[in-house]
């Protein structure tokens, strides 16, 4: 889950329990605010009468307009004893200006007057006021606690993105940085002090993993650069004792089978040099090459060299298919890989090569999977070829990363498949 | 014949000196820029095996020199820096050939061979042994003046024993050579042998005087027959 939608969910989620619980309290509050100054009008009203019974003065006429009813009745001393003097209670009452029953808000008041004899009097004033009042104090409180709720959620959520933003575009370059390519100027320029922090570490870090990087493959290159010298010496010495006459039989071979270790150490080193020319942009010069005639090539070649096998290629070309770049990198590449398909390929199987629409495709029978993450790497070797440097596909790749070509690996229906997009 | 060889590392002037001798050549040694730059103002050379990573100078500034002296000595460059700049640069600057690091003897020989001829006969050269003469550049041969028509494989095969004779030539240097960098990953030789069975056929039938002979099973070698 984003950063950014984690911190708003969280706080939507708390927001809305808070107010919600706020509304209710505030809402509950309310209505208790107004049934009291309700009942307190009413108590008014009720004093107003009875000072005027006592008083011996007309009494308020009822339908005057008010929307409050009054009932007056004599009680006995025993109905007075027996009841509270004063108490409130909801119940249907005539509405005089109604002149019908409606629920309705009822003060009961008993009182006697100087002659000893007691009066009940019910003052009313009817509920539906009330209740208009409260539903639309309850839409109010709903309608604006949403509002706000919103309002909140949308100003945190554009501050944090405002704020977030640097993060977000250095996690956007990182996500586009390879190691060995010239990184793009770091994004992210702010005065937010953590992330000023965070850019400063990141330029540190990568700028120490290039160094790193960079001083490997200087030491591979110089590596295999001070043992050329010694390799061909060695070589050397070997074949010079190989032409000579008085060696026997038996010498000769353990001579020819050391040479040809030395060989392969001889090879290896040199794949190690390409490689490391390739990662360091030595092949500048471009020109036009037809990848159709070097596949056509290649192919001819190997199937005289791997014929033992058996494998046989099924070609999908093109006339012709011409491409911009370093002669000897194309090479390489086709070279590598239908290489590495005579060699891998089951005895007596057919391989396939496709170049359509820029995209070669070279596919041959297999029984598993080899490791995609790993097929590319240097020294990855899925079989235990003797003669194999393990470096044909890290040069394949090596010249794609250069050209920025996409390289695949897949495994489908039984068949490994490397693809290259030109 | 005189060969100047400037090099640096003891062991690897050792065997380019003997491997030179050897083939009848005359051959001086320099160790250093400041040597070789003395041994060259003052000898004149048939060819100079130049390494152009001297330990106190660049070797491509020695070939600028000779240039400016206005010699006429064949230049060979050999380099551990197998870095197309420098074969430009140095070609341009009127070296004859380039040679990288690590090298076969054999070729060694074959270039500083191929050069000589070409500084002495001026026109298309030609690769003669016994009653066969192969021309490269018209990729034809002749058998005592006959032509003889062969693949291209057996062609290359050929035209890569006729520049090292008499010497041994192991079956796989022989494979990467003629068919490319992985041949000798293959199982085995049967490709190269098929072609050498040709190649025997043809040279035999053709009548030639010379044969590739089988070295204890893993190498050949191209030489006169004894009459």
């Known amino acids: 889950m984003h950063l950014f939608s984690r911190i708003v969910r969280h706080l939507a989620l708390v927001l809305i329990l808070l107010m919600t619980l706020w509304a209710v309290l505030f809402f509950y509050a309310m209505m208790d605010e107004i049934r009291d100054e309700a009942d307190d009008s009413l108590e008014h009203y009720s004093a107003v009468i009875i000072s005027r019974v006592l008083a011996g003065r007309e009494l308020p006429q009822l339908g005057d307009g008010s929307n409050n009813s009054y009932k007056l009745m004599p009680v006995s001393q025993e109905y007075a004893a027996s009841h509270p003097h004063l108490a409130y209670h909801d119940e249907n009452f005539l509405i005089a200006d109604k002149g019908e029953e409606e629920p309705a808000r009822v003060i009961t008041t008993i009182f006697s007057d100087d002659a000893g004899q007691y009066y009940e009097l019910k003052v009313a004033t009817p509920t539906f006021e009330k209740n208009d009042l409260f539903e639309s104090i309850a839409i109010w409180i709903v309608v604006l606690y949403v509002g706000l709720l919103l309002v909140v959620l949308a100003v945190i959520a554009l501050v944090l993105y405002r704020n977030m933003h640097p993060l977000y575009a250095l996690l956007d370059w990182l996500e586009s940085y390879r190691p060995g390519c010239k990184p793009k100027p770091l994004p992210g320029e ?50 010079w004792l190989m032409n000579s006459d008085s060696l026997t039989e038996e010498e000769a071979t353990e001579l020819y089978k050391i040479h040809q270790t030395l060989l392969r150490a001889v090879r290896l080193n040199k794949t190690l040099l390409l490689l ?43 006339e012709q ?51 995609a993450e790993h097929v590319f790497d240097r020294f990855y070797k899925a079989s235990k070829k003797h003669t194999s440097t393990g470096l044909g596909l890290a040069l394949v790749a090596a010249v794609c990363r250069l050209y920025d070509m996409p390289l695949e690996y897949g495994f489908e229906q039984g068949r490994h498949r490397f693809t290259v997009k030109f | 014949m005189k060969i100047l060889i400037i090099e640096d590392d003891p062991s690897l002037r050792e065997i380019m000196s003997r491997e030179l001798k050897q083939e009848g050549y005359v051959v ?200």
Not at chain 1, 325 to 352: G, W
Not at chain 2, 113 to 121: D, M, P, Q
């Open chain 1, 190 to 239: 702010t005065r937010i002090k953590e992330f000023r922090k965070l850019r400063m570490a990141l330029q540190r870090a990568i700028e120490r993993s290039e160094l790193m990087l960079e001083r490997q493959a200087q030491f591979i290159g110089d590596a295999s650069h001070e043992l050329q010298t010694p390799l061909a010496i060695i070589g050397n010495r070997i074949e």
């Open chain 1, 276 to 318: 490391t020319k390739i990662d360091n942009h030595q092949f500048p010069e471009s020109t036009d090459v037809d990848i159709v005639q070097l596949i056509r090539d290649y192919i001819e070649n190997y199937g005289e060299v791997f014929e033992s096998r058996g494998v046989t290629f099924r070609v999908d070309l093109p």
């Open chain 1, 321 to 371: 298919y011409v491409v911009h770049m370093n002669e000897s990198l194309a090479q390489t590449l086709v070279n590598n890989l239908i290489k590495n398909t005579y060699i891998h390929a089951p005895e007596q199987s057919v391989a396939h090569v496709e170049l359509r629409e820029g995209v070669m495709t070279i596919s041959n029978e297999g029984v598993e999977s080899l490791d």
């Open chain 2, 28 to 227: 001086e040694v320099a160790t250093t820029f400041v040597e070789a730059d003395s041994t060259v103002a003052g000898y004149s050379y048939d060819c100079i095996l130049l390494d152009i990573m001297l330990p106190d100078g660049n070797g491509l500034h020695l070939l600028e020199h000779i240039r400016n002296l206005g010699k006429r000595d064949n230049v060979i460059i050999v380099s551990a820096r197998d870095s197309l700049e420098d074969k430009v640069y140095g070609l341009e600057n009127g070296a004859d050939d380039y040679l990288p690091k690590p090298f076969h003897t054999a070729e060694l020989i074959a270039r500083v061979r191929s050069v000589l001829r070409r500084g002495r006969t001026a026109g298309e050269l030609e690769l003669v042994l016994g009653n066969v003469t192969l021309r490269p550049d018209s990729r034809s041969v002749t058998v005592a003046g006959e032509p003889l028509t062969m693949l291209k494989k057996e062609f290359d095969i050929l035209f890569y024993f006729m520049q090292r004779p008499h010497h041994m030539v192991d079956k796989s240097v022989l494979a990467e050579a003629v068919w490319g960098d992985y041949a000798d990953e293959s199982d085995n030789f049967q490709f190269l042998y098929a072609q050498i069975k040709n190649l025997r056929r043809k040279l035999s039938q053709a009548g030639a005087t010379i044969e590739l002979s089988a070295v204890y099973g893993f190498g050949y070698k191209l030489s006169e027959k004894e009459s």
